[in-house]
Nanobody
Framework: QVQFVESGGGSVQAGGSLRLSCTAS????????MGWYRQAPGKQRELVAQ???????NYADSVKGRFTLTSVNANYTIYLQMNNLVPEDSAVYYC??????????????WGQGTQVTVSS
């Protein structure tokens, strides 16, 4: 059973910084990617940043240059450093793992989410 421990959410003023962390356990499969998604009220869940099995990273255009994703493979931990936050970054942030399947994509695994609130 995959379990996540997420931390680092909170409330900050615009221009501030937060660092999210996520540690996954119970990984008994090959991963395609590990990263963060976010969902604001009334909006669809969207990718923020992820690291892929080939060690490449993807970022949403809206966070490029402000957010940095790093990982520690040995214990399935990722960190999302969020700088120069803006109110539009306010959302629940979810840690995510995509497993590898026989035809590429396997299953999605989600953390419980951590709230990030940015005030203007």
């Amino acid at each position: 059973q995959v379990q996540f421990v997420e931390s680092g959410g909170g409330s900050v003023q615009a221009g501030g910084s937060l660092r999210l962390s996520c540690t996954a356990s119970g990984i008994r499969f090959v991963m395609n990617s590990m990263g963060w998604y976010r969902q604001a009220p009334g909006k669809q869940r969207e990718l923020v940043a992820q690291i892929n099995s080939d060690r490449t990273t993807n970022y949403a255009d809206s966070v490029k240059g402000r957010f940095t994703l790093t990982s520690v493979n040995a214990n399935y931990t990722i960190y999302l450093q969020m700088n120069n936050l803006v109110p539009e970054d306010s959302a629940v942030y979810y840690c995510h793992i995509e497993s590898a399947g026989s035809r590429g994509k396997g299953f999605d695994y989600w953390g419980q989410g951590t709230q990030v609130t940015v005030s203007s």
